[in-house]
T-cell receptor, first 116, second 112 residues
Framework: GAVVSQHPSWVICKSGTSVKIECRSL??????MFWYRQFPKQSLMLMAT?????????EQGVEKDKFLINHASLTLSTLTVTSAHPEDSSFYIC????????????FGPGTRLTVL | KQEVTQIPAALSVPEGENLVLNCSFT??????LQWFRQDPGKGLTSLLL?????REQTSGRLNASLDKSSGRSTLYIAASQPGDSATYLC???????????FGQGTTLQVKP
């Protein structure tokens, strides 16, 4: 089956530092990946759409200079949280879109970010 | 603007019971509707996907229905097991963009 990995699975950093999270589709190519964030006991909120070889499209209210997204290849998208602050602490999940018989998204296991 | 709501927020049932989780959406012009399972601290596992032209999908003990006219979807779990304990999320896809709008989820606990 389609597998999506994320690295790291968890990270703790100091305020003001930048953190990069990787999302990889392991056994398929994904022209489109999505980044979500999830606060405790809340649902997933779409942050941005990442298309291979082009600029990411951000949802309303998401700072593009704060959350840098790069989709360098058909199997890798990265999310960099710049100048992280405690309010950026959250669970970040990526998904990769596969359009075959059905339009399906496969989700990564998530990355827990804690900013001190 | 599409809004997705799930009721109840939490549910506790004894093992073996059949149960129904509800999902409602405000904009009937959906591309598809999906049900996911999320275990604590983990990512999402896709359970069922219903295309906008379909009425239901089945996988093992799970059956999902879709009624676009009323803006509702249900996930039916038969003969529940403790291993079914998790949070269940429904998500409506916005057009052909792939963007998913999630409900808040229903946290299910199946007691042995």
């Amino acid at each position: 089956g389609a597998v999506v990995s994320q690295h790291p699975s968890w990270v703790i950093c100091k305020s003001g530092t930048s953190v990069k999270i990787e999302c990889r589709s392991l056994d398929f190519q994904a022209t489109t990946m999505f980044w979500y964030r999830q606060f405790p006991k809340q649902s997933l909120m779409l942050m941005a759409t990442s298309n291979e070889g082009s600029k990411a499209t951000y949802e309303q209210g998401v700072e593009k200079d704060k959350f840098l997204i790069n989709h360098a290849s058909l199997t890798l998208s990265t999310l960099t949280v710049t100048s992280a602050h405690p309010e950026d602490s959250s669970f970040y999940i990526c998904s990769a879109r596969v359009r075959r018989v059905t339009d399906t998204q496969y989700f990564g296991p998530g990355t827990r970010l804690t900013v001190l | 603007k599409q809004e997705v709501t799930q009721i109840p927020a939490a549910l506790s049932v004894p093992e073996g019971e059949n149960l129904v989780l509800n999902c409602s959406f405000t904009d009937s012009a959906i591309y598809n509707l999906q049900w996911f399972r999320q275990d604590p601290g983990k990512g999402l596992t896709s359970l069922l996907l219903i295309q906008s032209s379909q009425r239901e999908q089945t996988s093992g003990r799970l059956n999902a229905s879709l009624d676009k006219s009323s803006g509702r979807s249900t996930l039916y779990i038969a003969a529940s097991q403790p291993g079914d304990s998790a949070t269940y999320l429904c998500a409506a896809q916005r057009g052909n963009t792939g963007k998913l709008i999630f409900g808040q989820g229903t946290t299910l606990q199946v007691k042995p």
